[in-house]
T-cell receptor, first 113, second 113 residues
Framework: AQSVTQPDIHITVSEGASLELRCNYS??????LFWYVQSPGQGLQLLLK??????LVQGIKGFEAEFKRSQSSFNLRKPSVHWSDAAEYFC???????????FGAGTRLAVHP | NAGVTQTPKFQVLKTGQSMTLQCAQD?????MSWYRQDPGMGLRLIHY???????DQGEVPNGYNVSRSTTEDFPLRLLSAAPSQTSVYFC????????????FGPGTRLLVL
């Protein structure tokens, strides 16, 4: 069965530090992969996506993610975190289509000044 | 474009009551989906539609009904609300061409007493 695992429920980093959020997926075919961000009380905003091609994907707000098929991973990175990046981050895989997403449980990011 | 809109923003129901969560999009997207978000579980797909007159079940369909009479609207009905349906509900739409990405509405927070 398809699934997405985000091993870190909560992460705290200092402003200006680098960030890596982990995501592992289980899916038989070539996956569609997504990262979304949700600020408190808000909807979901797409950060980036991977469908095919270059395995290093650039997104908005300075985020990037790397698809590693051998590790079934799609980790999200940012070289220097800003206080405004504090939010909850969700990794998702398109299960049988990009309109049917399976989400991970999310990682809540806190940023210390 | 208004994008994906949802009403109401917040609703309190008593057990056994019925209600309809409204979702509309003005982007002429064929695909629409309903998710529920619960703490520690990410988002889970309830029902989805690939076009007017076509709907199908997602991961957690029990207790919910949907219909799709027009491309724009995709209402979610709770026939007899239960406390287990207390959640935040997100509607999403996806185009069939171009950037195959789900666009999410702002959500409806539902409390069932």
């Amino acid at each position: 069965a398809q699934s997405v695992t985000q091993p870190d429920i909560h992460i705290t980093v200092s402003e200006g530090a680098s960030l890596e959020l982990r995501c592992n997926y289980s899916y038989g075919a070539t996956p569609y992969l997504f990262w979304y961000v949700q600020s408190p009380g808000q909807g979901l905003q797409l950060l980036l996506k991977y469908f095919s091609g270059d395995t290093l994907v650039q997104g908005i707000k300075g985020f990037e993610a790397e698809f590693k098929r051998s590790q079934s991973s799609f980790n999200l990175r940012k070289p220097s975190v800003h206080w405004s990046d504090a939010a909850e981050y969700f990794c998702a895989v398109g299960a049988g289509g990009y309109n049917k997403l399976i989400f991970g449980a999310g990682t809540r990011l806190a940023v210390h000044p | 474009n208004a994008g994906v809109t949802q009403t109401p923003k917040f609703q309190v129901l008593k057990t056994g009551q019925s209600m309809t969560l409204q979702c509309a999009q003005d982007m002429n997207h064929e695909y629409m989906s309903w998710y529920r978000q619960d703490p520690g579980m990410g988002l889970r797909l309830i029902h989805y539609s690939v076009g007017a007159g076509i709907t199908d079940q997602g991961e957690v369909p029990n207790g919910y009904n949907v219909s799709r009479s027009t491309t724009e609207d995709f209402p979610l009905r709770l026939l007899s609300a239960a406390p287990s349906q207390t959640s935040v509900y997100f509607c999403a739409s996806t185009p069939t061409t171009g950037a195959k990405t789900q666009y999410f509405g702002p959500g409806t927070r539902l409390l069932v007493l």
